[in-house]
């Protein structure tokens, strides 16, 4: 009996220490975060000074001293002169946003507050540069990132997509909305079609012993299940489910370009830029730096990005559910993925 307490003894404190130890974590966390939370911002960059500055500084290691200062003169007088004449670059302003995404098109929450912003001020003599890496993901998250494009385009805003590497499914999806889409040589470009996987260990449960029990109200609550066994009939519904996907994805393709020959492009493969501007994917061949260098000549440049500040225990959270996200995405019954 002695030894049974002392047993016990010895595990409640154990077990008494660590939730304590639990305790002032957590304590020592929301405090931190308190301490360096920063409130939501936007930030805009005039991009026409960095690239002034960069040619300031590259004259100044490159040329002599006096060839230096001369230019830098014309280049003063040339802006005064068109100041004058009233044709200055100030009177046409390019926004420039940055859209990287993922399989939950998480950047959507910026890209909503940063076409909002720009809708507060922008004219018709205004452009919109979306510099856009997206391979797609999650139908409904990034209907709605095209969503965003698409309320820049009702605005009467030219908009421009400008793809250096990837816009494939989803990621198309976002850019067939823009009046132009410009691509590097070797960027990925398509893939419009839809995908649903996930793996069944209905099998291995069976070999161990283990029931698995489901139920649900509505005769098609849940189509395939990952512990189940599968029917044919539930197969054949997420079946039809992924084609009226598919139609919706053609449809939406097919508005914003007419000219497309879906037969031919809306079968899921990928196109390489080159060959994308040949099937009328992409309209042209040329990157986004060679694009806004050209633009800053007659335009000021603006590049605009709305910004979350998250506390410790947030990004801490953020990194857990990202893992455990990464590894039951491709499990997750129900939802479609470009």
């Not at 030894?3 to 304590?27: D, G, H, K, N, R």
């Not at 308190?34 to 002034?52: A, C, F, G, S």
């Not at 031919?264 to 992409?282: Q, R, S």
Request: aromatic residues 8%; neutral net charge.
């Amino acid at each position: 009996m002695n030894e049974f307490l002392i047993e016990y003894s010895l595990f409640f404190a154990e077990s008494l220490t660590f939730v304590m130890v639990v305790v002032v974590l957590v304590a020592l966390i929301s405090m931190f975060s308190r301490k360096n939370r920063h409130p939501e911002k936007l930030e805009i960059k005039n991009l026409n000074r960095r690239y002034d500055d960069m040619r300031t500084l590259l004259r100044s290691h490159v040329l002599p001293s006096k060839e230096a200062k001369k230019l830098a003169k014309q280049d003063k007088s040339k802006r005064k002169s068109a100041r004058k004449k009233g044709d200055d670059r100030d009177s046409r302003r390019l926004y420039v946003l940055n859209f990287h995404g993922d399989v939950k098109a998480t950047a959507v929450a910026s890209l909503r507050e940063e076409v909002t912003a720009i809708l507060t001020l922008v004219d018709s003599r205004d452009e919109v540069l979306l510099r856009l890496e997206n391979t797609g993901g999650i139908v409904h998250e990034h209907g709605l990132a095209a969503s965003q494009v698409e309320r820049l385009r009702n605005a009467g805003v030219h908009v421009t997509v400008a793809v250096d590497k990837v816009a494939a499914s989803g990621g198309y999806m976002m850019a067939c909305v823009a009046d132009r889409i410009i691509a590097a040589p070797f960027a990925v470009v398509g893939s419009i079609g839809v995908l649903a996987q996930l793996p069944n260990f209905n099998q291995m449960l069976k070999r161990h012993g283990v029931d698995f029990e489901q139920e649900t109200a509505g005769e098609y609550k849940r189509t395939i299940t990952m512990f189940g066994e599968n029917t044919d009939k539930e197969r054949a519904k997420l079946r039809e489910q992924i084609e009226q996907t598919h139609e919706l994805f053609k449809a939406f393709v097919a508005e914003h370009r007419p000219n497309l020959d879906l037969a031919k492009v809306a079968t899921g493969e990928i196109w390489y830029g080159t060959d994308a501007v040949d099937m009328g994917l992409v309209d042209e061949i040329r990157t986004s730096d060679d694009y806004l260098l050209d633009a800053s000549k007659n335009a000021q440049l603006y590049e605009v990005a709305y910004t979350a500040r998250k506390s410790f225990s947030e990004r801490l959270l953020s990194g857990i559910g990202t893992a455990v996200d990464k590894t039951f995405e491709s499990a997750r019954e129900g939802l479609a993925r470009f």
